[in-house]
C-alpha cells in the first residue's frame, strides 16, 4: 500500500509558475514509477509526467515547461511548472504504480486565469 499527498496548487496568472510536491508513504522501495496526471473539467485524466530509474517522460504539451523531479531521501516528487498557460487549469494527481497496481492522491486544483 502507498498515501500519496498532494500540495502547492493554486491560482497564477497566464505566465506565472507554481510547484506541486507529492509526499508518499507506505511501501515506498517497492514504488516503480512517480509522476502527475491531471484532468480538466469535461475531459478526461492526462499523463503530465513520469519519473522511473530509466528515465523521465512528459506530455508534449508541456514539455519544456514542466520539470519532475523526485528525492528518494525525503520520498516525494515534485512537479515545477513554468509558463503557465489558462489550457493547464487542471486538477493534478500525484501518480505511483507497483507492478501492475496503482495508487492516487486526492488531486490538488491548479487554475491559471488572468
Known amino acids: 500500500q502507498v498515501q500519496l499527498v498532494e500540495s502547492g496548487g493554486g491560482l497564477v496568472q497566464p505566465g506565472g509558475s507554481l510547484r506541486l510536491s507529492c509526499a508518499a508513504s507506505?511501501?515506498?522501495?517497492?514504488?516503480?514509477?512517480m509522476g502527475w496526471y491531471r484532468q480538466a473539467p469535461g475531459k478526461q485524466r492526462e499523463l503530465v509526467a513520469t519519473?522511473?530509474?530509466?528515465?523521465?517522460n512528459y506530455a508534449d504539451s508541456v514539455k519544456g515547461r514542466f520539470t519532475i523531479s523526485r528525492d528518494n531521501a525525503k520520498n516525494t516528487v515534485d512537479l515545477q511548472m513554468n509558463s503557465l498557460k489558462p489550457e493547464d487549469t487542471a486538477v493534478y494527481y500525484c501518480?505511483?504504480?507497483?507492478?501492475?497496481?496503482?495508487?492516487w492522491g486526492q488531486g490538488t486544483q491548479v487554475s491559471v486565469s488572468s
Open positions: 507506505g511501501s515506498i522501495f517497492s514504488i516503480n514509477v
Open positions: 501518480y505511483a504504480r507497483i507492478r501492475t497496481r496503482a495508487y
Open positions: 519519473i522511473t530509474s530509466g528515465g523521465i
